[in-house]
């Protein structure tokens, strides 16, 4: 009898409990991150008689959480990589819209700025043609520091998104540790047996940890899980969670840093999640497209300065500064202990590229290094700024004095867009044309004919002298009547900062004048030439003109956006159907519930009538020995 009723109250609890495990997944088929949950029941070891072995009942073996660890991982993976995706693909697709807009973009202005000195060299006399340039000019300034306000608005922007981050992220890995105590403490309180709602409620906060930063995980044998970045740095070990913190970086530059536990930087070791996708927007997307963008404005500043250099405005004088010159950021590391400050001026637009520099002093020498590739740039010069530092297409002028171990951290192009203003403002100063014209004499008798003089350098104080070439024989000839100077056909000559080449054969006697062109002349050779320079390769060697270089711009910046997005769909597929099999292992099944909630009520019934059946024996068992 007492065997009946052991096993009928010992079925009773389980299927009670049984019930109570499905009705909690049914109360909790809608909460974020629950596993569903299973009684294990286990059969008591039975009783030996000589005829065999009887069964004395059902015992709970563990509530078992339903899932997989390994697909646990995956998904806080792939939230990871999607939300790492989410954040760059946002960016990446504003730069795009900001940079091809066909109001908003450059495309617009720069064609129009060329296209307004085309228009000025059909009528170089004209003022409205004139003022139309200038105001062309002006607008095109206009759009480069709107564009780059805009891009720095997003940097600013990414600097605040990356405070809060760290600040979410800190807040996750502190309640992970609290659960992490509280997990130990309840495997220890009851016989290893795991505490399931604290479990789920530690991977919702793995879940939400990792789509902020990518991160690994460890088991310890108490239960707890000990947490990593990707690249290794502990996050949570134990209860113990270690803080990210926020600071800017080394050289003051407004950039900001990550820094782990108030010492080390790892910015730069940092992947997945939000923040990874924070940091490689600003370091795969905002850094170069700024810095190309400063390239652009410095080659048009640069390259219009100097052909409007080469030519005379109606005054007669020669052209002064169209564009203001803008100038490279330097910022010295907060370490150095030396008085030098550098500035970043531009030379060579052949050899100007599009990255940041570091550049060192050891105590004798300056070494500068490309930020991107480590590569290291050959300078020359001595860094005064008569011999400045040159080399990489900028030219670097130091003041003050340096100490060994100083370092400098160069911007040149970064922040260039923002300083484009049209330094010209009177239409009447325009350098249209040629400042020299040259003539034959009439009474020359060779074949001997003459070219527009080319300027090689228009800062000679000579140049605009009054020059006249007076050939003594086929070979040889004087300037202004003195010396004798050997001729060889086809060999510009070279006088005053400027070259004259000859075409034909001179002839003793043959005379040659060049003049300064003179004030109010309608010449338009250097209106054309301001004209062409969109299309002359400037960049590159000479290989890329300033109009393809906003076009790679512009479709650099629209492939990655394209690119980001197709990759940001296919993670988006891939995290659905990974959430798919964590729903399929883990997931509550309302119709499976029901099934199971029918099938444990009737073995509840079954198990009280089996009690049922022991009393009604029991009581039997008595009215006969009262008898």
């Not at 003050?400 to 970064?414: E, H, I, Q, V």
């Not at 260039?416 to 009439?442: E, K, N, S, Y």
């Not at 690119?563 to 729903?583: F, K, M, S, W």
């Amino acid at each position: 009898m007492a065997d009946l009723l052991s096993s009928g109250i010992s079925g009773l609890l389980a299927y009670r409990r049984s019930l109570d495990t499905v009705s909690n997944n049914i109360a909790n088929a809608n909460t974020p991150g629950y596993s569903r949950q299973r009684v294990e029941l286990v059969s008591r070891p039975g009783t030996g008689y000589g005829f065999g072995y009887i069964g004395s009942g059902v015992d709970i073996g563990t509530v078992r959480r339903l899932g997989d660890s390994l697909l646990n991982t995956r998904v806080q993976s792939d939230a990871s990589a999607y939300t790492r995706l989410e954040a760059f693909s946002g960016y990446a697709s504003r730069l795009d819209r900001l940079l091809s807009d066909a109001e908003a973009g450059l495309s617009a202005p720069l064609s129009g700025f060329f296209d307004a000195a085309n228009a000025l060299a059909q009528n170089p006399s004209s003022t409205s043609a004139r003022q139309a340039l200038l105001g062309s000019a002006d607008t095109l300034a206009v759009r480069f520091r709107e564009t780059q306000a805009q891009i720095d608005g997003m940097d600013r922007e990414i600097n605040q998104r990356l405070r809060s981050t760290v600040d979410e992220i800190n807040g996750l890995t502190r309640a992970v540790g609290e659960l992490n105590a509280q997990i130990a403490q309840g495997y220890g309180e009851h016989n290893g047996q795991p505490p399931n709602d604290l479990l789920d409620r530690r991977d919702q906060l793995l879940n939400e940890l990792s789509s902020r930063i990518g991160i690994t995980t460890v088991s310890q044998d108490d239960g707890s899980l000990n947490v990593f970045t990707a690249s290794g740095q502990a996050l949570v070990l134990g209860r113990q969670s270690t803080s990210l913190g926020v600071v800017e970086d080394e050289f003051g530059s407004g950039r900001l840093d990550i820094v782990h536990g108030g010492g080390a930087r790892i910015t730069a070791q940092l992947s997945g999640g939000s923040l990874g996708g924070l940091i490689d927007a600003r370091r795969e997307l905002l850094d170069p497209a700024r810095a190309q963008l400063g390239r652009l404005a410095v080659g048009v500043a640069q390259s219009v300065n100097a052909q409007h250099a080469q030519g005379v405005d109606l005054t007669g004088a020669l052209g002064g500064e169209f564009f203001a010159a803008p100038q490279g950021a330097a910022y010295g590391a907060r370490t150095n202990t030396g008085s030098a400050e550098i500035t970043v001026g531009f030379g060579d637009l052949g050899q100007l590229g599009d990255g940041d520099y570091q550049l060192r002093y050891d105590g004798a020498t300056w070494t500068l290094t490309s930020a991107r590739n480590g590569a290291s740039v050959a300078l020359t010069g001595s860094g005064s700024a008569a011999d400045p530092l040159v080399g990489g297409g900028l030219e670097l002028v130091v003041s003050g004095a340096a100490a060994a171990g100083d370092r400098y951290w160069l911007r040149p192009t970064a922040e260039a867009a923002g300083q484009m203003q049209v330094a010209l403002r009177d239409p009447a100063r325009i350098a249209a044309a040629d400042p020299l014209r040259a003539t034959a004499a009439l009474a020359n008798t060779g074949s001997a004919g003459v070219s527009t003089p080319v300027l090689d350098d228009a800062s000679n104080p000579a140049l605009l002298d009054p020059v006249t070439l007076t050939f003594t024989a086929a070979d040889r000839y004087q300037i202004n009547g003195s010396g004798s100077y050997v001729y060889s056909a086809g060999t510009p000559i070279s006088v005053n900062g400027w070259s004259l080449s000859l075409t034909g054969t001179p002839a003793a006697g043959d005379a040659f004048s060049v003049a300064p062109a003179g004030a109010g002349n309608g010449g338009n050779a250097n209106a054309q030439a301001l004209a062409a320079l969109g299309g002359r390769g400037v960049f590159d060697g000479g290989r890329t003109s300033v109009l393809q270089a906003h076009t790679a711009l512009v479709s650099g910046t629209g492939s990655q956006a394209q690119q980001a997005q197709l990759r940001l769909d296919a993670q988006a597929a891939v995290q659905q159907q990974t959430l798919a099999e964590r729903e399929s292992a883990a997931g509550v099944n309302l119709d499976e519930e029901a099934a199971d909630l029918i099938r444990y009520q009737q073995a509840y019934q079954a198990a009280a009538r089996v009690i049922q059946v022991a009393d009604t024996l029991f009581q039997t068992l008595l009215q006969a020995a009262g008898r």
